[in-house]
């Protein structure tokens, strides 16, 4: 984990570079956003739906957790071929697409028209770009060259940067660039210079080798935190994770880890809380996490810091960022690559050519 010159050779693409230029990026993303000249009309927009996929789709399920209450707007998000009816001329449909040729995003674009949404596109190429083009609809153009999963800060942030030009949120640019300074400092604590006996994130992922992680993080920005890290052990390190969130868990999960066995012995469970949670809550995850230690191979408790909501979800998504690629690295796994995506890919444009 402290032989920098061996983590570059097991990381060929990069991973690790791309993870440490996040701050970088972000700041970019906001840039971004703020040199859009063409932003949608606000008049009568009441509901945002944010489209995508995979790493394309997570920065609507982030901007959910951190605008709809602030906004005092509906935000949903949408991660399939067709949208709901109850959206229409009211709804500001957010389009995201990384590569601009996802099949499920386009599809559920056609029904955003249909519906008589209002379109604002986030690409960086392909058909969705070329529509965006020929129907002048309001467009956040990304760089290329990233996995969607590496690209979450130009997924995101530009959308709300937009947002706050329309006038449906207040705030969010200044307190977007005190996160990114607070992005910096953790990057300093867990990139690939710091050693393993001072970063943290080189210890659970060492903590982690030959274990499956169950995320489990407490409902509201934590639970997309939690979704996200299970996410990043699927793409970046190549092995089964799951997420919950709590307390819902503890409704039904909970009984799931009935006792020690062969498998419940290679589970590690990470809960991710806020410092300073509400008491009930704050009671709920040390409770949950008291019954279920002695069920499973282990546990981890992750008291999440930060200034703002923002602050908390985005370090605790880039700490999931490095866990993760730090744990293909251990695992001599590549994790960039995702051949079995890329194959299904493939075999959907045989069964559906010309789609």
């Known amino acids: 984990m402290d032989d920098v010159m061996q983590l570059e050779d097991s990381d060929p693409q990069g991973m690790l570079s791309m993870i440490e230029s996040f701050p970088k990026q972000c700041l970019e993303a906001l840039k971004l956003g703020t040199d859009m000249l063409d932003v949608p009309e606000a008049s009568g927009i009441k509901k945002v739906a944010f489209i995508g996929m995979g790493g394309s789709g997570i920065g609507g399920q982030v901007l959910r957790a951190l605008l709809e209450e602030p906004a005092g707007l509906s935000i949903s998000v949408h991660r ?30 056609d029904d955003a028209v249909y519906l008589g949404c209002k379109i604002m596109a986030v690409t960086g190429g392909g058909q969705l770009l070329q529509k965006a083009r020929d129907f002048r609809w309001p467009l956040i153009t990304v760089p290329q060259g990233l996995q969607p999963r590496a690209a979450l800060g130009y997924l995101s942030l530009p959308q709300a940067v937009a947002m706050e030009k ?32 001072r970063n943290f994130a080189k210890q659970l992922a060492t903590r982690l080798q030959d274990k499956i992680p169950v995320v489990y993080g407490t409902d509201g920005i934590l639970a997309v935190a939690a979704y996200r890290w299970k996410c ?32 419940t012995r290679k589970v590690e469970l990470i809960f991710l809380v ?10 709920r995850v040390e409770v949950t996490a008291e019954l279920l230690q002695d069920r499973v191979g282990g546990v981890t408790m992750i008291h999440v ?51």
């Open 80 to 109: 399939s071929y067709k949208l709901p009816s109850v959206l229409g001329p009211d709804t500001l449909a957010v389009v995201v697409s990384y590569s601009g040729n996802t099949e499920e995003t386009l599809a559920a674009l």
């Open 232 to 263: 990043q052990f699927n793409e970046n390190t190549e092995i089964p994770a799951f997420c919950n969130m709590i307390p819902e868990m503890d409704h039904n999960e909970i009984v799931g880890w009935h006792g020690l066995d062969e498998f």
């Open 274 to 283: 806020e410092e300073g949670q509400d008491t009930r809550m704050a009671n």
């Open 305 to 355: 810091g930060g200034n703002t909501p923002l602050d908390k979800l985005f370090s605790t998504m880039y700490l999931g960022d490095f866990v993760s690629t730090y744990l293909a690295l251990l695992n001599g796994t590549d994790p960039v690559p995702v051949a079995i995506i890329s194959e299904l890919k493939e075999r959907m444009a045989k069964v559906e050519p010309g789609r």
């Open 166 to 197: 329309m006038g449906l949120i207040q705030g969010f640019i200044k307190v977007a660039h005190e996160c990114i300074d607070y992005l910096k400092d953790k990057k300093e604590e867990w990139g690939r210079m710091s050693p393993l006996n």
